[in-house]
């Protein structure tokens, strides 16, 4: 299976997003548990910080701390959370170096409505804007992180009641946000009008969960209720659970979810991922087929794809690469010279199965290129004859602004350049994009249109044309 | 690809033992990076320690540390490593709980020819009395790892010849060993002489390389020379690189190397593991066919055999359960009672995929059966209509005292059951094994025969009789 | 000498409250390294965390981390920091068990002027009034310390001067503070109008240094130039250093450190805080004479007064107790039932000295009286015939709002009770303090009046007669 | 109190050794926490790295750690320690720069005698000699410390007795050694027998206790029975307890336990620390008086030295130093250039006290130079007119082999100049050292002859006129 993409970050790739679970529950249970348990399971989509926030009769209670779940967790014990009502749990992923506990989730404050925890998945493009309005009204920032922004506007409209400030607050954000909000007895969830990042309801006996994706909701053993609509406020305290509902916009589900981002065995907005995965991988058979020995994937993403490419096509899966397990973020190059190396303690070529082979070779996307021209290099010095490249998204010729680290347009090698010339950039035979149809096509059980402005430069909102690394420059 | 059982362990797996990486070059150099590097293509092999050894001048630096390689030399930087002519690495499996620094390897030491290092891979079976008789010879001993045993035996006769030392004191040991051994200017690489462990011989520019497996020459570029022997003793110094033979014994490879230990992409003794594991995948198709609608194998060992026996049977292949690739050895269960989460979190079945479905599925080897009555529970919770196990090994009827972490007969599922109780027992449809005959065959290719002795009962080695707990009271 | 009580916190003492150390220099330096030596001279006055900012071209970077000073930047590299015109630091104590890098400081923050680096000694009175006010103009609160509510309020201020910002907050406050403000090329020094704790500035070449104590600056080998006013807000930058003043007060120096927290080597407004601990133990010696064979000091900030009362009444000086200097607040208890073995792991009678011995013991003060009534006791068991007690202090009645962890009236052991029923109680064969007046007498070089509220009740501004225990419940 | 030396070390200063506890119960109780308890007492005597053993029925459980007791204990809960009849501690300071876990003590060694324990404190002049004669025998060793090679010697002699081995390996050993030996039911504790290091005897309820110093007995509420004798073996087990001698030979207690090492609170054979150093001010007010307006003395060691002095001369008494009670090893330098900041950081003199004075300082000793050389340095910068050195111990002409880390005649300032020189190369008005003669007077009431051969160069045994840096060179 394929949804780890850790190890290929420091290649080339999109950086993983956040991750959100939730938990409310009419009795006091101990949630810390539960809710450690789905971050656990939404690992995948953040491995820089983890925090949990307990409600605790008049306050909240919380940790946060640095690396995998389990790491931020070893110096605290779960036992300190007293049995609660709400928790609401964050994995995070950031894009800069500069990672800190300081900018770590979920972000507890004290304000209008008393003490809120806010934990958050997106990117918003307007947060210098309404930073800067904040800050003419008096607000001051401590982190550089949106979801100080969201907490403040979200304070400022709240001077009669929290949900008002939330639905309020969600229509001046510009931009993609799952928000999961706590007070000492509510929990709200909130699901941007594009419907941009996932997000799903599940229940367990009579707890009401929220989860970035539902293989979480499997590893609580809870059962899956339905995903949030996009714009859909949900609230559940003692009353029982209701949904707000804001001005529906152009639906817009991230299609990355599907190629890249979610773990295999999670279904968004009814597809499942994993299915998607497998039909990307016929489609591309049937349209870019090529004379060939063996079909194969690039670990781990794009192995369903390879293996569904090669039963289409009848040329038989073999893996021509293998992956090492343990490398991660924490590896510690010995230094700068010996860093040129790296690749070769990632991936490995077989050898033994490339030897003398014309190869296709599935990999999910391109975004630089720096990796896939390793890996081409490195199966063509282990005696692949030919190495034929189909690419299980369309050309990325956009940056995004919603979450996932592309930055600018210089950057991404399908910037300006046609397929034949990326083929040669990379020293592949031949390099075939899936079309944006047929992207669609894979994805068409989804309940949900999508947003794919990487490809086709459609945004579904205006983002001023605007590189992001000069958003960034907070 | 699928070498990582690291996750497996805590529900049942066999541990995985050690990995030994070394280098002798005749100018000095930076050795201690590339024996870093060799380690972490080694990683797979033990996470619970590693440790370099290199020569300086006139004696021997070294460090160990606890973790993976890169968190045991989180705390060091590798340039405090002189340039130099030799250089040990070892990573360690432990199969006890209280793993220790102090027990960390190489072990260094200083006896008759001065300082050394010792790394090594496998078991000893007669340990408990050659160490009872260096006690009589006046020795005393600080840690209880067998390696302390061969250091101190390997100093006993080596009053006049270091070499002579080794040869004298590998003719002692009865087990599996695999040595690496350093002074500050000669390197010695030994394999038993039933080859149990694996071990092969690699150049990269003037340096000589010996590596556990084939897949850490390829991750720092060296090129395949050739595998050890059984019963070789190569040494290599400023004199160039000569080899040496033990008396030959019945060629005993462990073919759990192929079954499970090895990395996919490793080649062992002229026979490809991932070929191995193919034709498994095949043979089991032919021999024990099932009316199904889909074919699927517990990642990651499983996958590959999985595959072919799909392709051999015709029926399509499809993931029915994905793994958290974050669980791993690091995890702190919150409390005892969240501990029966466990699994879920750990794997999760694709419903998707097997709702309604009639599946086959295959997994390496069942040891005491405790996880695979999870994964089919899981399976059938999820939709599964019937699981059928193909097994990609015999059944396991016999402890190993060879260095693979199955102890006793009565914890063994397969000691006294026949298929149709062992499926009963797991809650599967059916469940068949390979055939020995049929293993073999898939390993046909290997130059060296094997040691099957937990399949038949046939220990290339009197052991006495005993349960590895016993021998373990040390 | 004498100036570290961390050790005898556990039992009944005081807390130290915090040093705050910046520097201003019109050419770019590395600053970084001046003030962790600053802070390192001042760590007496705060061991919980350490923080460092400093100015970088167009921003603020920072630093703080948990513990002594050495320890909070182990994992930092001053060199991170470049050169630069600006910077502050600040050591920091908490009276809180949930001691937190979020409450770290400096506290640094975005708001109308841009990015500010915000550093704090002292205790807000109104804090809780400045904060429901603040949360009132739409503020929101991510810590409850009273750095965050300073922070807003210069912000809230600000509009058109960060100077005038300052002005405004510094005269809402209510209590005592020492701040010092920084923004990329500006250093702000602010003495509240009371001058409750001190700060003197100092030279170093072309540097203007401030900082809580002059010890700090002797150990950068700065050059003392006079003590801040109380009121003074002076201000450091490329156009050189001007004061403003605001509105006078009464002046109330708090007295305590003299008494206690300050080091001995430092002068504080005029008066040295060794020679009123010397002339205070001549005054107690002078009026409380007793009849006895040794006289001897609480060690570390008693015994310079004992030596002097020792000099004045002729009865020659021992020690009585000795001291375990490595005893922290890094103890961990093995467990709670050997808790009460640890005032004999932290202080120890010298039989030797004390054995049949009529004793004069004096020590800094009683806050609780649980230390006093074990160090008595053991002086006993030790053999001492009698024990004296005379305290460098008066008889501590009111609670102190400011900054020191005396909370409630009831905790005081001499709130409502007389020297005899205070020596009762202790088991000592006579208890006396020293009168007010004493202690004014032996502080009378100071160039500033005190605060002694804690003994006559008299706060030098209003604090609604609240018991601090209800002011935390913030 | 004055017993921390620590913070001297990184100038110009001796070496702590090292510290041991121990304890036999007839009974099975919760030993370790206790030997946790007198380690913590004897804190002073090493700082690096601390270790506990305890019986636990049919073997030996033990902890070591890097740093102060409890931080080497941090992670390690002591509850894992089972209730048993034998423990013993260690407290090591090392005066190698690779400190490291594997030096740590007690060493666990199994050998003929089964499991056995050893903590040692001392150093032995014959171990290079020794080793290689076992290294002969075919013993391997795995470090460099002392105790490995006399684990090997007790191992080697204990065919048939562990006390007779412990006694032919005692008579074998020259140097100084003070052990102590545990086997799962036997506590055995060695004085050499020249009595260089101290050890003493307790009692607390049916428990035996030995201890470097009797203020660990104190800290754990033992009562002090008496000192060991030199050449003495006490054997503590079920049977009671009964002591051996070996051959007696020159007494030869270090005479700088009582001017540096030991606690003032510790009786030594006899002997008070604390009035040992008392009189020896005394002495040195009557041998070498100074017109003089004030005396002090250099904090911690030489400061009841000096008041003693104070009081015999008539000369007041005032602190010219203060020292940073928070400066110590952890102590880690921002850079190299900043190092020479480093005195400043951790002595400051006392400007108010010593301006305009003519000043008598006592120190305990003079190694290097290098220290007392700043110290005069800054007491002349802040404006002393005369600074007139008084040092409680006579000139150091000799090397220590004996477990005082001086090591080389080059290195000691008092090695070929007179005491006019030495005052000229440290900038002082006037330095006079006690007198051989006037040193013993002040010690004696100890029971035992004192070893001064680092001030005559009468060695008690002897050591080949080799210097100590060539020694060490193992």
Redesign the interface.
Known sequence: ?N??R?GKCPFDAMNEECGVFGVYSPTKKDL??MV??GL??L??RG?ESAGIAVSSGDGIIYHKGMG????A??NFS??NFPKSNVSIGHVRYSTTGSSN??NGQP??????RGKIALAHNGNIVNSDQLREEL????????TNIDTEVI??LI??YSDKDLIEGVKMAAEKLIGAFTLLIMTKDVLIAVRDSYGIRPLCLGKLDDNIIVSSET?AL????AEFVRDMKPGEILVSDKNGTVSFYMEKKRESLCIFEHVYFA???S?IDGC?V??ARQKSGRLLAKKYPVEADIVSGV??SAV?AA?SYA?ESGI??V?A???????GR???Q??QK?RE?YV??KM??????VEGKRLVLLDDSIVRGTTSKKIVTMLKKAGAKEVHLRICSPIIKHPCYFGIDMQTHDELIGNNRTEKEIAEELGADSVRYMKIEDLKEACSSSDLGFCMACFDGKYPMPVDGKDKDKLRLK
Chains 1, 2, 3, 4 share one sequence.
């Open positions: 299976m949804y780890s850790t810390g548990s450690f348990y656990y399971a690992q995948h491995q995998l779940v389990p790491y967790f070893s779960l036992n506990i300081l972000l507890v404050f004290t304000g209008k800050i003419k009204d008096g607000i001051i920032f401590q907490a403040a304070n400022k293989c499997d590893s609580v053993r773990r295999p065995d279904i499942s994993y299915d670990p781990d369903v293996r039963e038989p899966y893996e690469l293998t992956k090492n397990r343990y490398v924490t590896f510690i010995p230094d010996s190396k070769d303690v490995n070529a077989l050898k033994f199965n």
